[in-house]
């Protein structure tokens, strides 16, 4: 199964890896690793992840990539990763629905 990134998330995961490099590069470097991981393992299972409460859709999904979650959608032929957002902050429903 193909895995495609939306701008927003693309956007968003770039911000956060700056934000965790301004006073941790390796840290950031390690957390750009992991997410990287996490999403490419979609590809085989794309069903790993959880659905997300917030908008309780079976094809809407997250992982978490600490301290961040990752939002995507499973359809029968790829996974789009919708955005990337840190878990203090409330989940922007607009952001998943303007992607469905």
Known sequence: ????????AEQRAAEAFTQI?????????????R?????????DFPDRGRMVP???RPEIREVIV?????????DPARVLVLTVRHS?????????????
């Open 1 to 8: 199964m193909k895995v495609r990134w939306a701008p927003l």
């Open 66 to 74: 600490a301290p961040y979650r990752v939002v995507y959608r499973r």
């Open 21 to 33: 490099a301004t006073d941790q590069p390796a840290a950031a470097l390690r957390w750009l690793e």
């Open 54 to 56: 917030e908008i309780a």
């Open 35 to 43: 997410l990287l991981r996490n999403v490419g393992q979609l590809q």
């Open 88 to 100: 203090r902050r409330s989940l922007d429903p607009r952001e998943i629905v303007g992607e469905v």
